[in-house]
C-alpha cells in the first residue's frame, strides 16, 4: 500500500513539472513556480530524482533579486487562470528586481536552508550534493541577510511581513482584526481560483480588495522595504515565518561548516541565531495562552489567537522544555480532540474557526510536516506519529489534495479534501514522510 501510495505522489509531481525546469502546485488553480512550494516539492523529488530536485531549487534561486530577496511567485510563463498576475505586481518598479523574469514583489517563508540541508541528508552521493550546495547556498545565505538588513525594523531578531500572502497562512482568521481597520476601494476584476474551486473553501471578495490594496500600497513605493514599514497598515511578525528563518539559519551553520572556511558568514548567522531565538521567546510567546503567536508592528500588541503557526517554533528549536511541554499541552487541548485529524489550521475552539475555508481551520499536510519533526525532536514521539498517521490517513482517503477538512466525521461532504487536487506539495511531502529513515 506504502510503494503504491508513493508511485501516485511520483506521477502528481511528475505531471506538475514543467518544460522551464519547475513544478506548479496545481494545475489550473496556480500555474506559475512559488518560493516554498518549490522547497517542500525539492525535498520530495530527492528521493527518487536528486537531478529534478537541483534543478527546482535552481530555478527557483535564479529568480532572486540583487539585494538577496526572493519572490513569492516567479511569471515563468504566461497563463490567464491565475489573478493577480504580473501585470498587477509589477515588480519591475523595484531597481534591484530580476531582469530575467517576472515576479511579485513580496516574499513566503525561507524554507531553503533546511532544504538544503535535508537535500544532503537523502543524497547517496555526497560528493555531488556538496558540490551543488557549495554553488547555490550563498544566495540562502544572502536571502537570510536581506531578511535581516531590511525586514528586522527593530534590530531584535524578528522580521516583519507585510503582506498575509507573505505568511503563506493567506486567510487565516489572525487578520480579521487587521482588516478592520482598514477600508480599501472596491476592485474590479475576474476571480479565477474561484472557477476552479468552491468559493466556500476559498476567501472572500472583500478579503481580496484588501489583499491587492497592500500590493498597491507597495508599488505606489516602488517595493522599497523601509517606506513599506513606514506605510503598510498590514505589518505583522509571524512565529511561522520567523522559526522558519531560525530553523534554516540553524541549517546554514551546519553545512557552512561541513563545506569549512566562511567564518564571517558563520560569526553573522550566530549572531542572529541567538538574538532571533530570545526575542521569538520574550515577544511572541503568551503564557496566558501557552502558545507563539503574531505580533500587530502597527498597533505594538500581540495578535492573541492560536493556529498551527503558534507550534512552528517546535520545529525550529527555539523553545525550551518548559515552553514546549506548554505548547504541546495547548495543542492537544484545543487540538487533539479524537474526533479531529491533527493539525487544524486554526483554534477549532474559537468561533472564527471554519473546517472548509483554506487556513482557517483545515489541515495542511506541509504544517503537518514541520509539525511532525518538531514534535519528533522534541520527544513527542507518540504526538508525532498521530499527526505523520493523520496526514497519510487523508491523503490515502481523499486524494492529494491542496488541505483537508479537520472533522474525522464530516456532515458537509463525502469528500473531505479541498482546494487543489493533485497538489505537489502534499504528494511530495508524502514521499518524504515514508521514505523517512528511521
Not at 500587530?296 to 503557526?309: F, V
Request: aromatic fraction near 14%; glycine fraction near 6%; charged fraction near 25%.
Amino acid at each position: 500500500m506504502q510503494e503504491q501510495l508513493i508511485q501516485r505522489a511520483i506521477t502528481v509531481l511528475e505531471n506538475n513539472f514543467q518544460k522551464g525546469g519547475f513544478t506548479i502546485p496545481s494545475k489550473g488553480l496556480y500555474p506559475f513556480q512559488w518560493k516554498w512550494d518549490s522547497g517542500f516539492i525539492a525535498l520530495g523529488f530527492a528521493h527518487y530524482n536528486m537531478k529534478r530536485a537541483k534543478k527546482e531549487i535552481e530555478t527557483l534561486l535564479d529568480a532572486q533579486w540583487e539585494n538577496g530577496f526572493i519572490p513569492h511567485i516567479i511569471f515563468h510563463t504566461d497563463s490567464d487562470t491565475y489573478f493577480p498576475g504580473p501585470d498587477f505586481h509589477q515588480s519591475s518598479l523595484h531597481p534591484q528586481a530580476s531582469k530575467k523574469v517576472r515576479s511579485t514583489g513580496m516574499t513566503q517563508p525561507p524554507v531553503f536552508g533546511f532544504i538544503l540541508q535535508k537535500l544532503y541528508e537523502i543524497a547517496e552521493d555526497k560528493e555531488d550534493i556538496l558540490k551543488f550546495i557549495r554553488t547555490h547556498i550563498d544566495k540562502v545565505y544572502d536571502n537570510h541577510v536581506y531578511f535581516y538588513e531590511n525586514r528586522d525594523i527593530n534590530d531584535e531578531g524578528l522580521v516583519y511581513i507585510y503582506h498575509n500572502w507573505e505568511s503563506g497562512t493567506d486567510n487565516s482568521p489572525m487578520w480579521d482584526d487587521i482588516w478592520e481597520t482598514m477600508n480599501p476601494p472596491e476592485y474590479t476584476f475576474e476571480r479565477r481560483d474561484t472557477s476552479h474551486v468552491d468559493p466556500a473553501q476559498r476567501p472572500s471578495k472583500r478579503e481580496y480588495d484588501h489583499y491587492l490594496y497592500i500590493i498597491d500600497i507597495a508599488k505606489k513605493y516602488l517595493y522599497d522595504d523601509t517606506k513599506i514599514a513606514e506605510h503598510s497598515p498590514f505589518l505583522v511578525q509571524d512565529p511561522l515565518f520567523n522559526a522558519i528563518l531560525i530553523k534554516s539559519n540553524s541549517a546554514l551553520i551546519q553545512l557552512y561548516k561541513v563545506l569549512g572556511g566562511n567564518e564571517d558568514k558563520l560569526s553573522y548567522l550566530n549572531e542572529q541565531q541567538i538574538k532571533s531565538k530570545k526575542t521569538l521567546n520574550d515577544k511572541l510567546y503568551n503564557d496566558e495562552l501557552g502558545a507563539y503567536v503574531h505580533y500587530d508592528l502597527r498597533k505594538n500588541m500581540q495578535i492573541p489567537y492560536i493556529s498551527s503557526s503558534s507550534f512552528s517554533p517546535l520545529f525550529s528549536g527555539a523553545p525550551d522544555k518548559e515552553k514546549a511541554e506548554r505548547l504541546v499541552n495547548t495543542m492537544m487541548t484545543k487540538f487533539g480532540d479524537e474526533d479531529r485529524y491533527l493539525c487544524a489550521s486554526f483554534d477549532p475552539t474559537h468561533e472564527r474557526f471554519d473546517p472548509r475555508k483554506y487556513w482557517r481551520g483545515p489541515v495542511w499536510i506541509n504544517l503537518n510536516w514541520m509539525l511532525y519533526n518538531g514534535l519528533k525532536n522534541y520527544g513527542y514521539q507518540e504526538i508525532a506519529d498521530r499527526v505523520k498517521n493523520d496526514s497519510l490517513q487523508l491523503i490515502e482517503k481523499y486524494g492529494f489534495f491542496e488541505y483537508f477538512d479537520s472533522r474525522k466525521s464530516n456532515p458537509d461532504s463525502e469528500n473531505s479534501g479541498y482546494g487543489g487536487d493533485n497538489f505537489s506539495w502534499s504528494a511530495a511531502l508524502l514521499i518524504d514522510f515514508l521514505k523517512e529513515k528511521t
